[in-house]
């Protein structure tokens, strides 16, 4: 998976918005769920969002509901991640993740951070 930030990369000012990507490749995406991770320094690795490629289906962490909508293109094969009103505990770095079977497991296989691949992390900074 590759992780990147969308325009205007990864420094943004409390209130701004930042978009993520996550593009996969060698997977068939509809059969997996892709999930975005933080961490921050100091902290334990938070996972926000994921949504479930083959019903649409989405969850958020309340730490980011509201704020953040994950969305995917499969024609792209791609997942993004919409920040809006960024606050500097956003501060972290990213990464996207995705773990395929059924969706019954998808929210245990997340809540566990156990997933079959990860993309290389991305810093955001939020500065106050």
């Known amino acids: 998976l590759r992780c990147s930030c969308g325009v205007g990369g990864g420094l943004v000012p409390s209130g701004g918005s930042l978009r993520l990507s996550c593009a996969a490749s060698g997977i068939t995406l509809k059969d997996y769920s892709v999930g975005w991770f933080r961490q921050a320094p100091g902290k334990e690795r938070e996972g926000i969002s994921y949504?479930?490629?083959?019903?649409?289906?989405?969850y958020y962490a309340d730490s980011v509901k509201g704020r953040f909508t994950i969305s995917s293109d499969n024609a792209k094969k791609t997942v993004y991640l919409q920040m809006n009103n960024l606050r500097p505990e956003d501060t972290a770095v990213y990464y996207c993740?995705?773990?395929?079977?059924?969706?019954?497991?998808?929210?245990?296989?997340?809540?566990?951070?156990?997933?079959?691949?990860w993309g290389k992390g991305t810093q955001v900074t939020v500065s106050s």
């Open positions: 993740a995705a773990v395929g079977g059924s969706t019954r497991y998808t929210q245990a296989a997340f809540d566990d951070g156990i997933m079959d691949y």
């Open positions: 949504i479930s490629i083959s019903d649409g289906s989405t």
